[in-house]
């Protein structure tokens, strides 16, 4: 399983670690992917740098991407692995650049030091899981050897879409997104409760999917090649994390 915490949702998870210590307990293998958007946002205006976004990807230049791989590898990690081991937990905390789980290239040169996923090392996430820990990833990559000046160097990726290249390198029964909306939005503000992937890749291309679930639904889309089915639930909710497994969590579930 694949869980995706999402960065808006960090201030009110308590029920959603808890429910990963659970499924621990339970002997099943959980990887989670954490965001952080909003203490990145945070962090940036205290140093006088305007956040900008574009499609829901974070423009990062030299200096944002500093404040980015500090805040997500030495606060946000470092604090949700404190959290859970407080609760009973074993998990270790790690970005996609230690051993080289992840490698990426420049996207988008107007993004700045923001990655494309060029390659998933899946042998470490199971090594920790085989040893009976939760690997807490971070979304960094590492920069793809090719020989130029930034290569080995970090880059800054969207967390939904570590989430999704995961589920499909890993083979995940299950890709879940705990999010800080009630799931995908249909054009009058409602809820699509079901979907499949050929519909999710539709919506893709309409101007009914905007900003944050864009790159939510592609990773759905992408882990949908291998995993069976995902979800996007509301991470607020108490419990939903468990609910979800037992087909109960509401929100949008996508298969294939």
């Known amino acids: 399983i694949v869980v995706k915490i999402g960065g808006s949702t960090l201030g009110n998870n ?3 670690l808890k429910d990963l210590v659970a499924l621990q307990q339970q002997g099943r293998d959980v990887v989670v992917v954490h965001g952080g958007g909003p203490v990145i946002s945070n962090w940036m205006q205290r140093q006088g740098i305007a956040p900008r976004f574009v499609n829901g990807l974070r423009i990062t230049d030299a200096e944002s991407l500093d404040i980015v791989v ?3 590898t030495g606060l946000v990690n470092k604090e949700l692995v404190g959290i859970m081991h407080g609760l009973g937990a074993r998990v270790l905390g790690m970005s996609g650049i230690d051993a080289g789980i992840l490698e990426a290239r420049v996207a988008n040169p107007d993004l700045g030091f923001v990655g494309e996923i060029t390659r998933v090392n899946p042998e470490p996430i199971n090594a920790i899981l085989d040893g009976g820990y939760i690997p807490m990833l971070a979304p960094l990559a590492m920069q793809e050897r090719d020989g130029s000046e930034h290569s080995g160097g970090a880059l800054n990726i969207n967390g939904d879409t570590v989430a999704g290249e995961l589920a499909h390198a890993l ?3 299950h890709l879940i997104f705990l999010t800080d909306v009630p799931g995908v939005m249909d054009g009058n503000g409602r809820v699509m409760a079901r979907l499949n992937r050929r519909r999710a890749s539709l919506l ?6 905007r900003g944050g679930m864009i790159p939510k639904l592609e990773a759905c889309v992408r882990a949908l090649e291998s995993a069976p089915v995902t979800d996007i639930v509301d991470g607020r909710e108490p419990g939903v994390l468990l609910k979800c497994l037992e087909g109960e969590g509401g929100g949008t579930r996508i298969t294939a």
Do not use: C, K, P
Request: charged share 20%; proline share 0%; aromatic share 0%.
């Open 14 to 16: 308590d029920t959603s």
């Open 70 to 72: 500090a805040v997500l």
């Open 204 to 209: 893709l291309n309409s101007d009914i999917v």
């Open 171 to 173: 083979g995940s029964e």
